[in-house]
């Protein structure tokens, strides 16, 4: 029998006290089963306490339970303790020394789109146009009736617009053209401008399409007289500057847009070489590059602007230039976060 004799009294305290000096967890496990175990030491005397007659049961039962209790407590309080001091240990261990230079080359880089932008903002400031912006959500009037695209025409189909859940004549702007209307209602003549930005239409996702895209349109209006020549050079000079070759050709194809006359698409020679393109004056080829034409006076009428006035406009889709420059197939991967091709981007800077 082991029962709360003197001697038992005495070990427990000497446990109890010699628990805190303890720093290993795995030799706290040990002592905590030598003692609270199934056959630890207290664990036992507890049993053999249920065999003494009532009144001495009530005495020792309350004294062992109460150094299990103890026991219990220093063991938890040990537990955490050293658990804290290994956590310090750790983060002590592996401190960062945050003004050692960087052994991680892998940085990021600007998006190739945010990149294509700023570029095309500082040619264009460059050459003395305003670089402007306007809301992405507009109304009817600014996307299409001031342009020369009244309801039911069918250039609207073209379009495919994505409306604004219970607004008729709310909806996200289809082209940057929109910028032109603000412009020319808001600052009058002249004007020489160029707007890049977020646009919006019902097309399904595909090498070539996605519902949300960026163009980049130019407009100039003076009193003096501005030509198809003008408009022309200024296209040929972006392209050189974009591409940065001064071999490009390119022609005007007669084209449809209501808020020009004349309108037209504008291609510029190239080499398609399998999947690499080459602008060069003598390629074989020939891309598409921008809509584009003279503003039909209606637009003038339409926008506050009378008398004898000339202008011309133009209209880049974002992605199709950075694509060909970049030589992505699929418009898809520009939009892709995949690391491989984020750092492929990084690799056309
Ligand atoms: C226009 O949007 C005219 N506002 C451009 C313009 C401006 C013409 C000024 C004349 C004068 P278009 O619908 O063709 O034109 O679009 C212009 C370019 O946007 C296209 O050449 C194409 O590169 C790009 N684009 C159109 N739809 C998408 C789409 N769903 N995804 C990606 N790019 C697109």
Redesign the pocket.
């Given at each position: 029998m082991i029962i709360m004799s003197e001697k038992l009294e005495n070990s427990l305290k000497h446990w109890l006290e010699s628990i805190s000096s303890i720093a290993l967890l795995p030799e706290l496990e040990k002592v905590k089963s030598e003692l609270l175990g199934k056959s630890g030491i207290v664990t036992t005397a507890l049993r053999e306490v249920s065999k003494l007659p009532i009144e001495k049961r009530k005495i020792f039962g309350e004294k062992l339970n109460n150094a299990k209790s103890s026991i219990e407590e220093a063991i938890a309080n040990q537990i955490s303790k050293i658990k804290r001091s290994m956590v310090e240990d750790k983060m002590n261990s592996e401190a960062v020394d945050i003004t050692l230079p960087s052994i991680n080359e892998s940085f990021g880089s600007v998006h190739l789109l945010t990149r294509a932008m700023r570029q095309i903002r500082d040619h264009y400031h460059a050459r003395g146009f305003l670089v402007l912006d306007g809301p992405e959500i507009e109304t009817d009037f600014f996307n299409f009736d001031a342009l020369n695209i009244p309801k039911h025409h069918p250039a609207r189909q073209s379009h495919d617009t994505f409306y604004i859940d219970g607004f008729d004549e709310v909806l996200l702007r289809t082209?940057t053209?929109c910028v032109q209307v603000r412009t020319m209602l808001k600052t009058g003549i002249p004007v020489r401008m160029i707007s890049i930005g977020k646009t919006y239409?019902n097309?399904k996702l595909d090498s070539?399409?996605?519902?949300m895209?960026h163009?980049v349109?130019g407009l100039v209006i003076d009193r003096n007289s501005l030509t198809v020549g003008h408009l022309k050079n200024e296209l040929k000079r972006f392209i050189s500057a974009f591409f940065e070759t001064d071999d490009v050709a390119i022609r005007l194809r007669p084209s449809y847009?209501p808020?020009?006359e004349p309108?037209m698409e504008i291609d510029c020679r190239c080499n398609k070489n399998g999947g690499k393109l080459t602008i060069t004056k003598d390629g074989a080829d020939w891309l598409?590059l921008?809509?584009?034409?003279m503003v039909h006076p209606d637009v003038f009428k339409h926008c506050g602007i009378d008398g004898e006035v000339y202008g011309f406009?133009?209209?880049?889709?974002l992605?199709?230039l950075v694509t060909l420059r970049a030589g992505v197939a699929d418009?898809r991967n520009i939009y892709d976060t995949d690391i491989r091709w984020l750092r492929y981007f990084r690799s056309c800077a």
């Open positions: 082209h053209s239409r097309d070539t399409h996605s519902p895209f163009q349109e847009f808020f020009t309108g598409e921008a809509g584009a034409g406009a133009f209209g880049f889709g992605e199709r418009i």
